[in-house]
């Protein structure tokens, strides 16, 4: 009889353990990096996931923000020689050297100068956009012209040349947020920062994958509306558009889209409307989207077609239609 007792009392011991392994839903969302962002997650162990939240927050404004003047990369930019950066800087340079050569140039971290004259950066560079302006502000543009060296300080052929990282940033911060979730043995969970996604596993509330929608470009600044929606599950989706942000000269009344091309200097509508990219880390997608839409329909195709573990849904415009493209990959994961 003891030693029955003794069975059940460690059955009891045994079940115990397990519920309280039992991953429970969590959810954090708030406002960081300009923008806003919402994690869902299920995990069973309790930490304080906020404190860790704002940690990664705090190391990408620290490092990559063009917005806070001590930051180092706002340093950088205004002749600071003796910063040494840290290890998100460097990953994020090189990711940017990957994107760069993989999409011609049309990736250009060195694009600064331009994006503050046309009032779309951190600063606003009091300019007339004619093309004499635009031609001497190109100089300046170039990653080839930025080093890195083993000692972790930047190099520039130029003092003028101006970096920032503000189109593959918020991706950095969604994948530091996610191998967060993941040291602390988070399996399944969705993040979302100002609409760039990482997802790994599945919704476990609804036993289903993750399903995220993808903005439809005719939507109104009343209202939000979505073109399509996808199941996402072990990838990083983020999408770039130009229906919402642009600046109209207050001048010349002309309308200037936040999407530049870095090898004419140019700012103007090409007749893509946005893109949604699928990649292996959310800084990749962040990059190939914004890549596209200098890019164009047709080059964006082509680009497509070499690139491996990247996939990509092209909404554009064609004598006035809105039609779509998407690869093979992105079909899959589509929903009727």
Not at 100 to 120: C, K, M, R, S, W
Not at 189 to 208: D, P, Q, T
Request: net charge negative; aromatic share 10%.
């Amino acid at each position: 009889m003891a030693y029955k007792k003794f069975n059940f009392i460690v059955l009891i011991v045994i079940l115990f353990v397990a519920c309280n392994n039992t991953p429970s839903v969590r959810y954090v969302e708030g406002n960081a990096i300009g923008t806003t962002y919402h994690i869902k997650y299920y995990s069973a162990e309790d930490f304080d996931v906020q404190k860790g939240i704002d940690s990664v927050f705090y190391t990408v404004n620290k490092s990559m923000s063009t917005y806070m003047p001590q930051s180092d990369i706002s340093k950088i930019n205004r002749g600071d020689t003796g910063i040494v950066v840290d290890e998100m800087f460097k990953e994020t340079f090189q990711l940017s050297k990957e994107i760069h050569q993989n999409t011609n140039g049309y990736f250009e971290p060195t694009v600064g100068n331009l994006v503050n004259a046309y009032g779309f950066g951190a600063e606003i560079l009091k300019v007339e956009l004619d093309s004499t302006t635009i031609d001497s502000l190109l100089q300046f543009v170039g990653i080839e012209k930025i080093n890195i060296t083993e000692e972790g300080k930047v190099e520039k052929e130029n003092p003028g040349v101006y970096i920032e990282f503000n189109a593959i940033g918020k991706g950095s911060a969604v994948d530091r947020i996610a191998k967060y979730l993941e040291l602390h043995g988070a399996d399944n969970y969705l993040v979302e920062v100002g609409g760039e996604l990482s997802a790994k596993g599945i919704n476990i509330e609804k036993n289903s994958p993750w399903r995220v929608g993808i903005d439809d470009p005719n939507q109104t600044e009343a209202k939000r509306t979505i073109s399509s929606i996808i199941t996402l599950k072990d990838r990083a989706m983020a999408t770039s558009g130009n229906y919402r942000k642009f600046r109209v000269d207050s001048v010349t009344g002309k309308k200037y889209v936040h999407t530049i091309n870095p090898n004419t200097g140019l700012a103007g509508k090409s007749n893509l409307l946005s893109a949604s990219v699928l990649a292996e880390n959310c800084a990749l997608a962040d990059g190939y989207a914004t890549a596209f839409m200098a890019m164009g329909l047709e080059k964006s195709k082509e680009t497509l077609e070499k690139l491996l573990r990247v996939d990509a849904f092209l909404i554009y415009n064609e004598n006035g239609e809105m039609k779509t493209f998407a690869t093979k990959g992105f079909q899959k994961v589509l929903k009727d």
